[in-house]
């Protein structure tokens, strides 16, 4: 049986400026850099998982 985990709006975004803090750059940088193939693995995986959170804000 899969896990489901619940998130608040609050923990979200919160996990998300965590997130960006570990990379050490706005959601800007990342995603501008995400944009010309100019990130490293760890890089991309928190990319990847902030766009996660943010389709999931899109839906609250």
């Not at 489901?4 to 996990?15: A, F, G, M, N, S």
């Not at 501008?32 to 902030?50: G, P």
């Amino acid at each position: 049986m899969p896990t489901v985990i619940h998130r608040t709006r609050e923990q979200l975004e919160d996990q998300k400026a965590s997130l960006l803090e570990q990379v050490g750059m706005t959601y800007e940088q990342l995603r501008d850099r995400a944009q010309v193939y100019s990130l490293s693995m760890d890089e991309l995986m928190i990319w990847h998982t902030i766009e996660g959170i943010d389709y999931l804000l899109e839906g609250d």
